[in-house]
């Protein structure tokens, strides 16, 4: 019997960790994440479920009282954006080289100055090489899907790592969508209770956190790398099993008519929602357009990208967020890092657009399309970069 | 833990946490004393000042009286200074 | 109180841990683990305590130890008993004893705010602070601690500047403001004291801060031996009173009706050598005038509330 509920992806986020039987949860409020936390207040306030709600004084307490929670054995979960997630930052390395496996929504907004709520993707590109998993959602139904696959990705013994559930601040964090949800039934036995070996027990007392002089911290840091390479797998084989229990099943890409195109849009988030429906108009066109969403970020699915896309010609990269002073943006960067070494590579160019949550319009992205399909047949990159929907 | 003998990433565990409660005890301060403390068990009552103001620690109690775990004892003195009946003497490492 | 023959002979805290010789953190963390009553959890700041006491392989600590950040070891605590009280309720682990521990830096400065959050959350943990009145693990640089006129390599005793011009951060009343149960100073040099306050503060339920004065031989400038010594000084020049907070009760622990100079204390340490110069002279008047108002200060307090 498919229950479908109408749900912000805050809220999805707060219903799916509603029946994940989280043990522990430390947050701070911000806008565009606010809901998640007060939503998940009600649960608790009215016997829903069986967490400890720590209602901390920044958001850098609160990571700080999850990794400690963590460390316990415990399920944690919390949720930010935005200046929080760049508060908490000297922490999210903390609980990723401690093997902390937090779950963290994260209601992607704009990082100041000037001060602005809406939804960009700068804060988690700001964190992005901090050791968390990370995965961006395109609505409301993958937050919630994305909420209980990224808890048992991120405790599995071969994995142990905390991981981002991403959702486009206000665009989806706000926005009401039916969302098929589960039985708290399923997804009881679909995550069964952390088992931890190594964890704060009086019983085997351990030295958490210790100091490591130059002779042990390479090391550590060459283990963590270690870790990540196994998520992609498991990534894979939780996805089938989530694709057993709902019927909608995940993979690290999510192409679109990637197999017949020539030219193809890859981005994050909500947008990828919009550039399929303009792919599908400019299909029935006759235009030979795909597009691929990236729905695992980190670790970016190197082998599988290279496959998928060897055979295009071109290639408009999306980006939601600027590194300043960068020959390009984040996700174009590693984009053209994975595709460097492949034999005829495809053209690629760089879009920057939405910023502070500027709206990227589909006569936009026809546009970034229709520039796509020339660069593919002329083989000639205008401009590597662009900025797509500022005033000049 | 000699270069050789460094464990690589594949063998240590996991996130740098340390498994063996205690194990500084493999590591002997002891020589970096300079002074070391010498008890006169006659003049020794066996109040145990010396033993709870001891950093290391570094003074343990026995069946009888205190006795100095020189493994550990990096010489600071506060034992000497404190005995309330003056009966732990300071000399020269190497001297005694 | 207790009597030192019945204190346990159990060390938490292993030699061979790379403190300074005469170190007072591991003499105010050896006297606090004598007062623990079962399975205790200790979060740690990053300062001196931790980085010698947790040189990768070695460590010091005989029971679960975490160290996660500087300012934030009342946040871990916090994380850390909400977490059990959780696993507790779902039946898969025992409650534990949550001790913080953490230097003057990681309390006054920059762990105030995990410090306020947890006292007024009121988690059940106790909260030491290791006080020895500076950044020492980085190299002896003042904090909200440093008293007036010392001289730390970032309040350096000057031809103009005479060390700290600001006096020390009154960190008890910060906390007793914030309406916990118990707050109080301490003294390593007092040992029984201390450990009686740990335990007491151990069997609060709720939050309990004591600030255990640290005298450093390294930063404040004596030889090793006399550590304890200047703690003795420091409470014996009312420079440092000893006295508790319970419910918003103050009251005065240790009694110094006839006080030593607080000249007396200043001259027995390096860190204030440049205020016996001639032209810095009248500073030690300021000091012992802020000395003997601070002491009315708590006199009238404990008065005021008995």
């Known amino acids: 019997m498919k229950k479908v509920i109408g ?322 943006g984040p996700l174009c960067s590693d984009v053209r890092a994975v595709l460097y070494e492949s034999e005829n590579r495809p053209k690629i160019f760089n879009v920057i657009y939405g910023l502070g949550g500027r709206d990227i319009t589909p006569t936009d992205i026809e546009g970034i399309f229709n520039q796509a399909l020339k660069t593919a047949e002329t083989g000639i990159v205008k401009e590597p970069v662009t900025f797509v929907g500022v005033r000049e | 833990m000699s270069k050789e003998e460094k464990p690589g990433w594949k063998r240590l565990p996991m996130a740098a946490i340390i498994t063996e409660p205690g194990s500084s005890m493999q590591y002997k301060t002891g020589d970096w004393r300079a002074f070391k403390p010498v008890i006169d068990l006659e003049k020794c009552t066996n109040c145990l000042i010396c033993w709870i103001y001891c950093p290391e620690p570094a003074i343990v109690q026995t069946e009888t009286k205190v006795r100095v775990d020189y493994d550990f004892c990096k010489g600071c003195g506060i034992c000497a200074e404190e005995c309330p009946v003056k009966a732990i003497t300071m000399v020269e490492e190497g001297t005694q | 109180m207790v009597k030192l023959r019945e204190l346990t002979t159990e060390e938490p805290l292993a030699p061979g841990h790379r403190l300074c010789a005469g170190c007072p953190e591991s003499i105010a963390t050896r006297m606090a683990l004598k007062a623990i009553r079962g399975p205790t959890v200790i979060t740690q700041a990053t300062g001196c305590l931790e980085v010698a006491t947790t040189i990768y392989p070695y460590t010091s600590w005989k029971i679960p130890w975490v160290h996660i950040a500087f300012e934030n070891a009342a946040a871990v605590a916090s994380g850390i008993e909400a977490a059990f009280k959780a696993l507790e309720k779902k039946g898969i682990a025992k409650k534990v004893d949550v001790i913080s521990i953490a230097g003057d830096g990681g309390t006054f400065d920059i762990g105030i705010q995990a410090l306020s959050g947890a006292l007024e959350r009121g988690h059940d943990f106790v909260y030491i602070c290791i006080d020895n009145e500076a950044y020492m693990n980085t190299g002896i640089q003042r904090s909200g601690a440093t008293p007036k006129g010392a001289w730390t390599t970032t309040s350096p005793a000057g031809s103009v500047i005479p060390g700290k011009p600001e006096w020390k951060k009154d960190l008890i009343a910060i906390c007793a403001a914030h309406g916990i149960e118990y707050a109080a100073t301490a003294c390593i040099s007092y040992w029984n004291d201390y450990i009686t306050k740990v335990g007491k503060a151990i069997e609060i339920d709720g939050p309990a801060v004591i600030n255990v004065l640290s005298p450093c031989p390294r930063g404040w400038r004596f030889d090793s031996s006399k550590t304890i010594e200047m703690g003795r000084l420091a409470v014996q020049t009312r420079y440092f009173p000893i006295y508790e907070v319970e419910k918003g009760k103050y009251k005065l622990n240790i009694n110094v009706p006839k006080p030593k100079p607080a000249e007396e204390f200043l001259k027995a340490q390096g860190r204030f050598r440049h205020l016996f110069k001639p032209e810095f002279k009248k500073e030690i008047e300021i000091i012992q005038e802020g000395v003997n108002e601070n002491w009315n200060r708590l006199l009238r307090l404990c008065g005021e509330t008995s």
């Open chain 1, 7 to 328: 749900l912000t992806g805050d809220e999805a986020v707060a219903y799916a960790a509603k029946q994940c039987d989280v043990d522990v949860v430390a947050a701070y409020p911000i806008t565009p994440q606010t809901i998640m936390v007060e939503k998940f207040s009600e649960y608790v306030a009215d016997g829903e479920v069986e967490t400890e709600f720590v209602c901390v004084e920044s958001e850098h307490s609160a990571m700080s009282a999850c990794v400690g929670a963590s460390l316990t054995g415990a399920r944690v979960l919390t949720a930010t954006a935005s200046q929080g997630l760049a508060l908490m930052h000297e922490i999210m390395y903390i609980a990723s080289s401690l093997r902390c496996p937090i779950v963290m929504g994260v209601a992607n907004r704009a990082l100041s100055a000037p001060i602005n709520i809406h939804g960009d993707h700068s804060d988690m590109m700001g964190s992005r090489d901090c050791g968390w998993i990370q995965v961006y959602v395109e609505n409301s139904q993958e937050a919630y899907d994305s909420v209980i696959q990224a808890f048992k990705i991120a405790e599995d013994p071969e994995v142990l790592l905390p991981i981002t559930v991403n959702l486009d601040g206000f665009i989806i964090s706000h926005c009401m969508e039916g969302v098929e949800v589960l039985e708290d039934d399923a997804v009881r036995r679909f995550l069964p209770k952390r088992k931890v070996d190594l964890k704060i027990d009086p019983e085997k007392p351990l030295t958490i956190g210790p100091y490591c002089l130059p002779d042990f911290y390479f090391e550590f840091k060459r283990q963590q790398e270690e870790a990540m390479k196994a998520v992609l797998n498991k990534v894979k084989k939780v996805g089938k099993e989530f694709g057993r229990l709902a019927g909608r099943t995940y993979d690290v890409l999510h192409a679109y008519g990637i197999e017949d195109a020539e030219a193809a849009v890859i981005c994050l988030g909500s947008t990828a929602g919009t550039a399929r429906v303009i792919a599908e108009k400019m299909r029935k066109e006759g235009k030979k357009v795909g597009v691929m969403k990236v729905w695992l970020y980190r670790p970016f699915p190197a082998e599988e990208f290279k496959k998928v896309t060897k055979h295009l010609k071109a290639i408009a990269v999306l980006d939601r967020a600027c590194s300043f002073g960068a020959p390009v």
